[in-house]
T-cell receptor, first 114, second 115 residues
Framework: AQTVTQSQPEMSVQEAETVTLSCTYD???????LFWYKQPPSRQMILVIR??????QNATENRFSVNFQKAAKSFSLKISDSQLGDAAMYFC???????????FGTGTSLTVIP | GAGVSQTPSNKVTEKGKYVELRCDPI?????LYWYRQSLGQGPEFLIY????????DSGLPNDRFFAVRPEGSVSTLKIQRTERGDSAVYLC?????????????FGSGTRLTVV
């Protein structure tokens, strides 16, 4: 069974600083996808970034980047130049290449301090 | 529509009652998913539709839960004989296809409270 672990229930960062959110996962598959989703108080899950396991290059989306370590089964999210609007719950998620469902971690609540 | 619409936004019901939760996906999205998010947890998969058919219902917790998508667009999640443990946010998502590189678009969910 696939499991996703986020060991940081809460994190805080000063505005304009950098923060890294941790995620580890367990799988016996070689092909899969990893995601970071943001959930603000509106409850809508918003895709932040996506990584294909077969790609060695780490994905980046503007201020958001990941550190994907396949052998260590680690997938951390780095947010640079943090903004007040980044405050939200962040969920790491896994999906098998041929799978139908996401497996989500328990989330990290990010606070941005002005 | 421009996004995934879920109605109602909030629903309070008495234990033992029947409820229906509606999801209106993005037009043209053939894949539709239901997830349940309990307090302090990440979303958990319930069911996946490809078109009108339930391609994977392995996440439905028991036979009190049922979902339909009769015309391949709007979907309804139905819960019979509700229990207090059913209280959660029910999220719907849709995508162009299961393997869409753009991921899924989620709605804002229905918060179900069973009293």
């Amino acid at each position: 069974a696939q499991t996703v672990t986020q060991s940081q229930p809460e994190m805080s960062v000063q505005e304009a600083e950098t923060v890294t959110l941790s995620c580890t996962y367990d799988t016996s598959e070689s092909d899969y996808y990893l995601f970071w989703y943001k959930q603000p108080p509106s409850r809508q899950m918003i895709l932040v970034i996506r990584q294909e396991a077969y790609k060695q290059q780490n994905a980046t989306e503007n201020r958001f980047s990941v550190n994907f370590q396949k052998a260590a089964k680690s997938f951390s999210l780095k947010i640079s130049d943090s903004q007040l609007g980044d405050a939200a719950m962040y969920f790491c998620a896994y999906r098998r290449d041929t799978g139908n469902q996401f497996y989500f971690g328990t989330g990290t609540s990010l606070t941005v301090i002005p | 529509g421009a996004g995934v619409s879920q109605t109602p936004s909030n629903k309070v019901t008495e234990k033992g009652k029947y409820v229906e939760l509606r999801c209106d996906p993005i037009s043209g999205h053939t894949a539709l998913y239901w997830y349940r998010q309990s307090l302090g947890q990440g979303p958990e998969f319930l069911i996946y539709f490809q078109g009108t058919g339930a391609a994977d219902d392995s996440g439905l917790p028991n036979d009190r839960f049922f979902a339909v998508r009769p015309e391949g667009s709007v979907s309804t999640l139905k819960i019979q004989r509700t229990e207090r443990g059913d209280s959660a946010v029910y999220l719907c998502a849709s995508s162009l296809s299961r393997d869409s590189p753009y991921g899924y678009t989620f709605g804002s969910g229905t918060r179900l409270t069973v009293v």
